[in-house]
């Protein structure tokens, strides 16, 4: 009698390389893309420094100037050698440099974990001879290398155009240690979540609490700073006697955190998280029987998120007070700023203002992005099936981005006004501060008004709505410092308005920016109208 040999169970690493192969494949054009990208965040500023500022100087002044701006050391990091291009370069752009690599490894854990497995993917993949761990190990490899390849084109191109070694080096370990952490953290959240967007979710809110957490820390006493894996890689000091050890803190804490995703996941089912969603009702409630009502469920949680973070991030702001004066010493903001204003603390609270505005745009974007996922994962082909009309659709969506991106704007103004307040006894600084936010609204609003119109009329390439966010922090954190022309400082929607309190306040270019964002929302609705659905 003849008897079948039993069949071996793979390991749990089994396929673990094809799959990274497979994934290297799919995502060769991004990884060079964000490669290119967050070498050019580094090498430009280098090159435009030089151009800038050619001699020592220009450069001592420049040094001046930022040394004790606090609301650049809040967006940048802790001011060291700032009377040298290299210095510069690590001052303006370790901040940004990192934020870009944590970014890259948050979509590329998610995209080859949590969404493969929320899609069916994974399943398909699993149903051959392949390993428990073999999936987010290859994705974890994929993520490792991009950021080692990242690091490495950093620091070549910085060492090629001549700055010293072993500072470039700092910045590419920094950028690459930076994304190894929050790779770990996105594969944590891989496995604590059941969809994708709160991976997401998660793994942006711990990257935007540790940029806050930086911020704070370095305009402080720098305590705060060391639980920012943000602040370790800009604690290793490039091109100011470098110090190493902080590196392998991100690489102690990247490894416990991976640890402890392997242990999740041996814990949870497939399909879910170790978080699963909580079961609904059994009846809809009456809200929810119209276009706003869904739209508003679906996008409630996200705004929920913001709002709490970004009053808190005005709380930040506000708890300087008029300790303006004393934080800036000697240092003219007009220059900084190119404008003419009168207060230092008015100036310094415009551009908080500002700032924080910028930073309310990414939910502005994340939330406008959310049609072209409810379109991509099939949601909304039923509902468009029915009498619901897609300008209806868009509307409903519409009104909570705008509204939603009101509400964020306005608690990021408030909260900074209430702390200010409390610390000066001027309680009507919460007002007037309140008020600063929300004329920025219509910039804000612009961008969204981006992410819709691409959405209407080039929805593959709907998340290139950020290039516009990272061109407008350019434009405003270095764009009078590198000395950009008139029309590419226009380009971006924040630089057309006043910076209240500042200044007085303008009606003409914020009702002009109202009107370019309500256009390209509009556009963008009627670009959906007229284009075929696009589902996964």
């Not at 804000?444 to 709505?465: D, E, I, Q, R, Y």
Request: with cysteine.
């Amino acid at each position: 009698m003849i008897t079948a040999r039993p069949t071996r169970s793979p390991g749990t690493l089994t396929g673990a390389g094809a799959l990274t192969r497979f994934a290297l494949r799919r995502e060769r054009f991004p990884l060079i893309a964000w490669i290119v990208g967050g070498t050019l965040v580094y090498w430009s500023q280098a090159v435009a420094l030089d151009a800038a500022y050619p001699n020592q100087a220009d450069l001592d002044a420049l040094a001046r100037s930022m040394s004790g701006n606090a609301a650049m050391i809040a967006m940048a990091g802790p001011p060291r050698v700032l009377d040298t291009v290299e210095g510069q370069v690590a001052f303006q752009s370790s901040a940004f440099g990192m934020a870009v690599a944590a970014l890259m490894s948050m979509f590329l854990i998610g995209r080859h974990t949590r969404s493969n497995e929320e899609s069916g993917r994974d399943e398909l993949i699993r149903s051959a001879v392949v390993g428990r761990y073999a999936p987010p190990t290859a994705a974890a490899l994929l993520t490792v290398s991009a950021n080692i390849v990242l690091g490495a084109a950093i620091a070549v191109s910085l060492i090629g155009y001549g700055l010293p070694v072993a500072g470039s080096l700092a910045l590419g370990v920094g950028a690459t240690c930076a994304g190894g952490v929050f790779g770990a953290v996105a594969l944590l959240a891989a496995q604590i979540s059941a969809t994708t967007r709160a991976c997401y979710a998660i793994t942006g809110t711990a990257l935007a609490v540790s940029y806050l957490l930086r911020a704070v820390g370095d305009v402080g006493n720098g305590v705060l700073s060391w639980f920012s894996p943000l602040g370790w890689g800009q604690a290793m000091r490039p091109y100011d006697g470098e110090i190493w050890w902080p590196a392998a803190l991100s690489v102690v804490v990247a490894v416990a955190i991976g640890y402890a995703a392997a242990r999740v996941l041996d814990r949870r089912d497939f399909g879910a998280g170790l978080l699963p969603p909580r079961p609904g009702p059994a009846r809809a409630p009456a809200s929810l029987h119209g276009t706003f009502g869904l739209a508003w469920r679906l996008q409630r949680g996200l705004l929920y998120g913001w709002a709490i973070g970004m009053f808190f991030g005005g709380l930040s702001f506000g708890t300087i007070g008029d300790d303006v004066d004393d934080l800036l010493g000697d240092i003219d903001l007009n220059e900084v700023l190119g404008q003419n204003m009168s207060s230092m603390t008015d100036a310094f609270y415009a551009m908080a203002v500002a700032i924080l505005a910028i930073i309310a745009s990414a939910y502005t974007i994340s939330a406008a992005l959310r049609l072209r996922a409810e379109e991509t994962t099939g949601h909304a082909e039923p509902l468009l099936s029915t009498e619901l009309g897609r300008l209806r659709w868009t509307a409903g969506h519409t009104t909570i981005v705008l509204a939603g991106s009101a509400v964020v704007v306005a608690l990021s103004g408030f909260g900074m006004g209430i702390t200010y307040g409390l610390m000066t006894g001027d309680l009507s600084r919460a007002i007037t501060l309140t008020g600063a936010a929300l004329t920025y609204l219509p910039a804000v609003w612009v961008l969204g008004g981006v992410t819709l119109f691409l959405f209407g009329f080039a929805p593959l390439v709907n998340s290139a709505a950020w290039l516009s966010m990272a061109f407008c922090v350019v434009v405003l954190m270095f764009g009078a410092t590198l000395k950009f022309p008139a029309w590419l400082m226009s380009l971006s929607p924040f630089d057309n308005i006043p910076l209240v309190p500042a200044q007085g306040f303008d009606a003409v270019p914020v009702l002009l920016t109202l009107a370019v964002a309500l256009l390209l929302c509009a556009a963008g609705a009627f670009g959906f109208r007229r284009r075929d659905l696009q589902t996964n």
